[in-house]
């Protein structure tokens, strides 16, 4: 399931529209090259699940910040710079997994480790136009179903 964005406001409402079917135990994987909009996605998507003005920084260094919502935990994986999968255990992504919402960015990192029914998103650029984004959309489990809830499929 493929669809183009032609903005950051874009982005930021398919964000939003993931963050209002979101529940305890989803893996939001986000993959894509550096600089592509994973991070625009992130910030709408937990600012949708807290408050409008919610601080939201880059967790590049510390790995993993979270957030408390009306439904559960709220946790954001930047897992760039982790050296081997099992490091991923460290940051407590099996209490993550289980009981929270987890949007991880650079989910590759984490090997054997990431669920297989989480929901895979790849953002790509456009090459004809630089605002631009080609969001891809995957998932073994549930989310084909309520991915057309919100009209994304």
């Known amino acids: 399931m493929k669809i183009e964005i032609k903005n950051q406001n874009e982005t930021e409402e398919i964000a939003q529209r993931l963050a209002a079917i979101a529940q305890p135990g989803d893996v939001i994987a986000l993959h894509g090259d550096l600089g592509v909009g994973k991070s625009v996605f992130s910030r709408a998507f937990i600012r949708a699940m807290t408050t409008p003005d919610e601080e939201v920084p880059s967790p590049t260094f510390t790995l993993v910040q979270i957030y408390e ?18 490091d991923g255990l460290e940051l407590g992504i099996e209490e993550a997994f289980g009981d929270g919402i987890s949007l991880i ?7 054997a480790y990431l669920p297989w029914d ?11 136009d630089q605002n631009a984004r080609h969001f891809e959309f995957s998932s073994q489990g549930r989310w084909i179903e309520r991915l057309k809830e919100i009209a994304l499929v």
């Open 69 to 86: 919502t009306e439904a559960c935990e709220l946790y954001h994986f930047d897992m760039y710079r982790l050296d081997a999968p099992e």
């Open 105 to 111: 960015e650079w989910p590759s990192k984490l090997g």
């Open 118 to 128: 989480c929901l895979n998103i790849k953002i790509s650029h456009n090459p004809a």
